[in-house]
Nanobody, 122 residues
Framework: QVQLVESGGGSVQAGGSLRLSCAAS?????MGWFRQAPGKEREGVAR???????????AYNDAVKGRFTISKDNAKGFLYLQMNSLKPEDTAMYYC???????????????WGQGTQVTVSS
């Protein structure tokens, strides 16, 4: 079992920045951020391999490339999502997620945090 607790959401104007944090009980799992906007399906935002694995670079949804950065502090057990140049279409509930094994997929993520709301106004 992997425990995940997000924090850092809030309201910001378009063009602003927010940083989400996720406290994780394990550093040996794939970790990522997902989001779900009202009336839409949940989508992957960014994911990263466990620990200091050289197996792959972080991956991003095309909609956030160049604006969002995923990072980890393995020593402290935290996952972060730095979100810059925010747009109204980034408004959603953001979830920290984890999965064992293969990390190069948006499917099969089976551990979820409670979510944190991000609202971007125009």
């Amino acid at each position: 079992q992997v425990q995940l607790v997000e924090s850092g959401g809030g309201s910001v104007q378009a063009g602003g920045s927010l940083r989400l944090s996720c406290a994780a009980s394990s550093s040996t799992v794939c970790m990522g951020w997902f989001r779900q906007a009202p009336g839409k399906e949940r989508e992957g935002v960014a994911r990263v391999w466990p620990g200091d694995s050289p197996s792959g670079s972080p991956a991003y949804n095309d909609a956030v490339k160049g604006r969002f950065t995923i990072s980890k502090d393995n020593a402290k057990g935290f996952l972060y999502l730095q979100m810059n140049s925010l747009k109204p279409e980034d408004t959603a509930m953001y979830y920290c997620a984890a999965r064992w094994g293969f990390c190069s997929t948006w499917s099969g993520w089976n551990y979820w945090g409670q979510g944190t709301q991000v609202t971007v106004s125009s």
